[in-house]
């Protein structure tokens, strides 16, 4: 076999797929996916938003984490001015969250420039081979499968405030629904001149153009922003648990530091000692969540752990607090991952997001812009409170499990704050419990929030009244996105698409 791939997409897999059948590297396939899922994923993301790449050389055995998450806007501004969006209702099942959407809302877009920084860095294919895949869906049309209607249908509001959004998504007055077909012809000329090397959204007309509309409608993106935007090339946050050696997103990040408190707290544990569907288990992995959540500056990170299984408090908080202090902005909605690994033992892991998206595109390129300066509960100082080119803070961690220094799989999720709670329960299946990658990634999950244990179908009605007794319980229906979506590739070539996400997986 030349490798495997894990998606959010059936065509997002095969660009990877295609890539490896052509000879090309697990960063081939990668970026080739990568690509594609702007095409075929288009309520989660879009080269108007931002990401991480998370890649292992295995003939260098090198390990580098490529940072093009947004920044925030304003370089330049001398002008007062009030960045002007819109209270945008998502009605998701049992509630409804206000997005706040429009030019206002736009951050420094990074995933393009990324794409581009990684193929020239890893990749072997020329990049029109790259974005064939791609290409071609543009040229076809994107026919509508069951979970990306669940995902527009979210969205509607958002993808059709504009004209050129409901040139794409309205059919004689209806919502595209399951089996239409979507066509970006902008991004379509767009990504042609790309694939020559015509194409820019970071200089020359496309950034003039860019930076006036935000001016005429209140947004803050400017020509020095996106002049001064670059991919940041960092090094991997490694945590070591049980056997293996974990990497994943480093700070100023946190969604990996948190991973990481997680891990400690229960590497004091020997949870293979007891059984995945008890009640030592689940108090151990509750307590842990909690521990994750509510961790603030001024706690000293007691967990107070099923009684005899003798864990002892973590010290893993420094770089946590730093983040804290310096309020760095955080954010992560609609979000996909990408996993490959290929026959040499290289590994890429690639998580993307264009948040709710904003409803705004970039003038002649299809582009939809990301809404990341515009979610309340991730400003609590106050939209636009942060300096201008600042990286955002993120949730995302695109992580590589290695074992006696070869990778053993590449995994990531999405899903805002459940991603930590996603990953963390895939790789304690996996490492603790040995579960083949499609048990681990489909048993279900739990995950505490705002006082509150969500817990999905499959645990027995003796186990949750026991957890009864010591938590607030909301027991789901179904499995749902709301649970993250884990896509992840193993070295001997196994993985899974997490069915919560419309995950897919292939090999070759």
Same mark, same amino acid.
């Given at each position: +076999?030349?490798?495997?791939?894990?998606?959010?997409?059936?065509?997002?897999?095969?660009?990877?797929?295609?890539?490896?059948?052509?000879?090309?590297?697990?960063?081939?396939?990668?970026? !080739?996916?990568?690509?594609?899922? /702007?095409?075929?994923?288009?309520?989660?993301? =879009?080269?108007?938003?931002?990401?991480?790449?998370?890649?292992?050389?295995?003939?260098?055995?090198?390990?580098?984490?490529?940072?093009?998450?947004?920044?925030?806007?304003?370089?330049?501004?001398?002008?007062?001015?009030?960045?002007?969006?819109?209270?945008?209702?998502? *009605?998701?099942?049992?509630?409804?969250?206000?997005?706040?959407?429009?030019?206002?809302?736009?951050?420094?877009? #990074?995933?393009?420039?990324?794409?581009?920084?990684?193929?020239?860095?890893?990749?072997?294919?020329?990049?029109?081979?790259?974005?064939?895949?791609?290409? =071609?869906?543009?040229?076809?049309?994107?026919?509508? %499968?069951?979970?990306?209607?669940?995902?527009?249908?979210?969205?509607?509001?958002?993808?059709?405030?504009?004209?050129?959004?409901?040139?794409?998504?309205?059919?004689?007055?209806?919502?595209?629904?399951?089996?239409?077909?979507?066509?970006?012809?902008?991004?379509?000329?767009?990504?042609?001149?790309?694939?020559?090397?015509?194409?820019?959204?970071?200089?020359?007309?496309?950034?003039?153009?860019?930076?006036?509309?935000?001016?005429?409608?209140?947004?803050?993106?400017?020509?020095?922003?996106?002049?001064?935007?670059?991919?940041? *090339?960092?090094?991997?946050?490694?945590?070591?648990?049980?056997?293996?050696?974990?990497?994943?997103?480093?700070?100023?990040?946190?969604?990996?530091?948190?991973?990481?408190?997680?891990?400690? @707290?229960? #590497?004091?544990?020997?949870?293979?000692?007891? =059984?995945?569907?008890?009640?030592?288990?689940?108090?151990?992995?509750?307590?842990?969540?909690?521990?994750?959540?509510?961790?603030?500056?001024?706690?000293?990170?007691?967990?107070?752990?099923?009684?005899?299984?003798? !864990?002892?408090?973590?010290?893993? $908080?420094?770089?946590?607090?730093?983040?804290?202090?310096?309020?760095?902005?955080?954010?992560?909605?609609?979000?996909?991952?990408?996993? $490959?690994?290929?026959?040499?033992?290289?590994?890429?892991?690639?998580?993307?997001?264009?948040? =709710?998206?904003?409803?705004?595109?970039?003038?002649?390129?299809?582009?939809?812009?990301? %809404?990341?300066?515009?979610?309340?509960?991730?400003?609590?100082?106050?939209?636009?409170?942060?300096?201008?080119?600042?990286?955002?803070?993120? +949730?995302?961690?695109?992580?590589? $499990?290695?074992?006696?220094?070869? /990778?053993?799989?590449?995994?990531?999720?999405?899903?805002?704050?459940?991603?930590?709670?996603?990953?963390?329960? !895939? @790789?304690?299946?996996?490492?603790?419990?040995? +579960?083949?990658?499609?048990?681990?990634?489909?048993?279900?999950?739990?995950?505490?929030?705002?006082?509150?244990?969500?817990?999905?179908?499959?645990?027995?009605?003796?186990?949750?009244?026991?957890?009864?007794?010591?938590?607030?319980? %909301?027991?789901?229906?179904?499995?749902?996105?709301?649970?993250?979506? $884990?896509?992840? !590739?193993?070295?001997?070539?196994?993985?899974?698409?997490?069915?919560?996400?419309?995950?897919?997986?292939?090999?070759?």
């Amino acid at each position: +076999m030349k490798g495997a791939a894990a998606t959010g997409h059936p065509l997002t897999t095969q660009a990877a797929l295609d890539m490896l059948q052509q000879g090309g590297n697990a960063f081939d396939a990668a970026i !080739a996916a990568g690509f594609a899922s /702007v095409v075929t994923e288009p309520a989660l993301t =879009s080269f108007g938003g931002g990401g991480f790449f998370l890649s292992h050389t295995a003939k260098e055995k090198k390990d580098v984490l490529f940072d093009f998450f947004v920044n925030t806007p304003g370089i330049g501004r001398t002008e007062t001015i009030l960045p002007e969006m819109t209270a945008t209702p998502i *009605e998701f099942p049992g509630c409804t969250q206000i997005f706040h959407t429009g030019y206002g809302s736009i951050a420094v877009p #990074g995933i393009l420039k990324g794409l581009l920084h990684v193929h020239a860095r890893l990749c072997t294919l020329p990049l029109k081979e790259i974005m064939k895949p791609a290409l =071609s869906c543009l040229e076809e049309g994107l026919e509508i %499968n069951a979970r990306q209607e669940i995902f527009l249908n979210l969205l509607r509001p958002i993808m059709t405030s504009s004209a050129y959004g409901r040139s794409m998504y309205m059919r004689n007055g209806r919502y595209v629904q399951l089996g239409d077909k979507v066509y970006n012809p902008a991004l379509k000329d767009f990504c042609h001149k790309l694939a020559e090397g015509k194409a820019d959204i970071y200089s020359g007309e496309t950034a003039t153009a860019l930076s006036q509309i935000m001016k005429k409608n209140g947004g803050m993106v400017t020509k020095d922003d996106l002049k001064a935007y670059s991919v940041i *090339e960092r090094e991997p946050l490694r945590i070591h648990y049980r056997n293996r050696v974990i990497h994943t997103n480093p700070p100023p990040s946190t969604g990996g530091i948190l991973l990481a408190l997680g891990l400690s @707290l229960l #590497g004091e544990v020997n949870l293979s000692a007891c =059984s995945r569907e008890s009640e030592a288990f689940y108090v151990s992995l509750i307590e842990a969540m909690k521990e994750m959540t509510t961790f603030s500056p001024g706690q000293k990170g007691k967990l107070l752990l099923y009684p005899g299984l003798g !864990a002892k408090q973590s010290p893993l $908080v420094q770089a946590y607090l730093k983040n804290i202090a310096d309020r760095v902005p955080l954010s992560s909605r609609g979000t996909t991952h990408i996993s $490959v690994i290929d026959n040499e033992g290289n590994a890429a892991s690639m998580t993307t997001s264009n948040g =709710s998206g904003s409803g705004c595109h970039i003038p002649g390129t299809g582009i939809m812009l990301n %809404n990341m300066m515009g979610e309340d509960d991730l400003h609590p100082g106050g939209f636009h409170a942060s300096p201008p080119n600042k990286r955002v803070s993120s +949730m995302m961690i695109p992580t590589i $499990v290695m074992k006696r220094g070869r /990778v053993d799989c590449a995994l990531g999720s999405g899903g805002s704050k459940r991603i930590r709670t996603a990953v963390l329960q !895939a @790789l304690i299946n996996i490492i603790d419990y040995a +579960m083949p990658i499609e048990k681990a990634i489909e048993s279900h999950r739990v995950h505490y929030e705002d006082g509150t244990v969500h817990i999905e179908p499959g645990m027995s009605d003796s186990l949750l009244q026991q957890l009864q007794k010591q938590y607030k319980i %909301n027991r789901w229906d179904r499995k749902d996105m709301f649970f993250g979506g $884990v896509h992840c !590739a193993g070295s001997t070539m196994d993985g899974w698409g997490d069915s919560r996400r419309g995950g897919n997986f292939g090999t070759i």
